[in-house]
């Protein structure tokens, strides 16, 4: 016997033959469907407990008249609220060489994850939101120009040294 779902339609009867808002964002190398109030877990964002960051990166809009963005929607974006800054469950990486080798390696990784609500979703007007840009990691930003590295301050030459006395007076003989 199949489980049945319960239905996933409408919750009132005011909704019905209306759609809901969706957004479909990639961040992290991940893509997410959204809905205005989720609860999701991304990589790490930087940003504190409390802080509204903004996706940009909007591959699809849905709802009423769906968009799907080439290769994302212009002047799109998903804004969300930090709740909570963390590391995810431990994954661990056990190597074990058979035979001749009998050697073995265990190591251990968390990571780093934000837990987000999504507040708002905006078809227009991204640009003028004046919300910070959602940045992963320590500050890493695709769109932004890179940055040379600071150059060292170049050394002097050396001045030439002075030919010995030595071979001065071999030359005159």
Do not use: C, W
């Not at 919750?11 to 809901?20: F, I, N, S, V």
């Not at 964002?45 to 849905?62: K, P, R, S, Y």
């Not at 661990?92 to 987000?116: A, C, D, E, F, P």
């Amino acid at each position: 016997m199949i489980p049945t779902t319960p239905n996933r339609g409408p919750k009132d009867a005011e909704d019905k033959g209306k759609t809901h808002m969706f957004a479909v964002l990639k961040t992290g190398g991940k893509q997410y469907k959204v809905a205005s109030g989720d609860i999701l877990r991304v990589e790490k964002v930087t940003g504190n407990a409390g802080d509204t960051v903004q996706f940009n990166e909007i591959l699809m809009m849905g709802g009423d008249k769906p968009v799907i963005g080439v290769p994302t929607v212009a002047g799109a974006a998903v804004q969300a609220e930090i709740l909570e800054q963390g590391k995810g469950p431990k994954v661990i990486n056990y190597v074990k060489r058979r035979r001749k080798h009998s050697s073995q390696r265990r190591k251990g990784h968390r990571q780093q994850i934000t837990v987000l609500r999504v507040t708002e979703i905006l078809a227009k007007g991204a640009e003028k939101s004046g919300v910070a840009i959602a940045e992963n990691g320590r500050g890493f930003d695709v769109n932004a120009a890179p940055v040379a590295p600071a150059k060292k301050a170049a050394k002097k030459p050396a001045a030439k040294k002075a030919a010995p006395k030595k071979a001065a007076a071999k030359a005159e003989k």
